[in-house]
């Protein structure tokens, strides 16, 4: 069909055939690549890493053939009836003026359909057997079905093929975000926080579950709030920092936080209230001693080398990391000039690049037992990295060498 839509004389001499085998060609390219990109993935990573790959690859797709697209034939012109025999007749030229994107409704649900569900049916492909044996599976599939659901739900044009106009559109699509982040939050507990990282929650059951639960929920509310414009309208900044403050002391109860520590917390609330830098200040400095006893809790004590670095070499790293990370948000917010910004920016993907490659090259090395730093988050990290530099160049907040740098 592809290389028939090539030839000219057949777009002008069919019309009606041109716009469908476009179509065809458009609609099928998602299901053709999911099967050869699943093909391709299993041989190159661990089997059970080919849902989460293929869950980007998909997203990917999606972004660029599921929403609508102009038709490249809709203003073509047909040829005369008595020459090729392939007119339009009155059917076909209503609808070539009525609908000038490719795919129907009925295709881009199709697509979404396949993105949504395709991934978390490898994963239930794979492990069907222990499927719902051990609970981590559980977890995953539910990660693995919200996390697209809840991506396409919020790409722009994402939901275009919902039939109806106006508030019942917008209706369908909020309660549709809202099912998915709450599923999504539900698998990221269960698969992340208490299966990667149960190990450093100090509460027993069931009030480790309740603590991380009211912590993880509620400060996602409050993002939804601030995300959304709520925050000062319908919502009080006051009850949203006592809100805040309330998630912060269970996370930290379920972490054994000293609770000394916790009323720098507030220093966020004060600062989105005030918008000075001092109350920001407050927030940074209770977040990064907080670290700080973390790692001399959990990892200082340890003699151990990574690689051909020491752990206590990337401790200092990884605080050094933290800090800008919780500076410049505050910095670019309060109007940060650019040449400060590009400077922590830099400094920080110095600090961060040689620990990664540590741990990355580490983990990929003959007979190394357990991945501690998989390929996924160095390329998560990168496109991370990307997004964040093109946003603040697009801000001025980042000059030229720094946006040249961060793209190196």
């Given at each position: 069909m592809w290389i028939s839509l090539q030839f000219r004389w057949i777009q002008a001499t069919y019309p009606a055939i041109t716009i469908i085998f476009e179509r065809a060609v458009l609609t099928a390219s998602l299901p053709v690549a999911a099967v050869m990109y699943s093909l391709g993935l299993a041989s190159i990573?661990?089997?059970s890493d080919v849902?989460?790959?293929?869950a980007v690859l998909l997203a990917v797709m999606y972004y660029s053939v599921g929403r609508p697209l102009p038709s490249s034939y809709h203003a073509a012109p047909a040829a005369d009836p008595k020459i090729g025999g392939g007119g339009l007749g009155k059917k076909e030229r209503v609808m070539m003026e009525t609908r000038s994107t490719v795919?129907?409704?009925l295709d881009g649900f199709f697509m979404a359909l396949l993105t949504v569900c395709l991934p978390g049916a490898t994963y239930a492909a794979i492990h069907w057997v222990v499927l719902f044996?051990?609970?981590?599976h559980v977890y995953s599939l539910l990660l693995l079905l919200s996390v697209p659901l809840l991506y396409?739900?919020?790409l722009p044009q994402g939901l275009w093929w919902i039939p109806g106009k106006g508030p019942s559109v917008v209706f369908a699509q909020k309660v549709i975000i809202g099912v998915a982040l709450i599923a999504a939050l539900a698998g990221f507990e269960g698969r992340v926080v208490f299966h990667s990282f149960g190990s450093y929650i100090k509460l027993q059951p069931p009030w480790d579950w309740i603590a991380v639960t009211v912590g993880l929920f509620g400060f996602s509310a409050v993002t939804v709030a601030h995300m959304s414009g709520a925050l000062g309208v319908t919502c009080d900044v006051t009850v949203a920092g006592t809100f805040l403050l309330i998630c912060v002391t269970a996370g930290s109860m379920a972490l054994g936080i000293p609770m000394a520590w916790l009323p720098a917390a507030s220093g966020l609330a004060l600062f989105y209230d005030s918008q000075h830098i001092r109350e920001y200040l407050v927030f940074v400095t209770g977040a990064f001693i907080t670290c700080v006893w973390f790692m001399f809790q959990h990892f200082w004590f340890l003699d151990v080398t990574i690689g051909a670095m020491s752990l206590h070499n990337m401790c200092y790293q990884v605080l050094g990391g933290v800090l800008q990370a919780l500076l410049i948000p505050g910095l670019v917010h309060a109007g940060a000039s650019a040449t400060t910004t590009t400077a922590l920016l830099v400094?920080?993907?110095?600090t961060i690049a040689p620990m990664e490659e540590q741990l990355y090259l580490?983990?990929?090395?003959?007979?190394?037992?357990?991945?501690m730093y998989p390929g996924y988050l160095v390329l998560a990290t990168?496109?991370?990295?990307l997004l964040v530099a093109r946003r603040l160049k697009a801000w001025g907040m980042l000059t030229d060498v720094g946006n040249w740098l961060m793209h190196g």
């Open positions: 990573v661990d089997s849902p989460y790959y293929l795919q129907s409704h044996r051990h609970s981590v396409v739900s919020m400094i920080q993907a110095l580490v983990s990929h090395e003959d007979f190394a037992g357990e991945v990168s496109a991370a990295g």
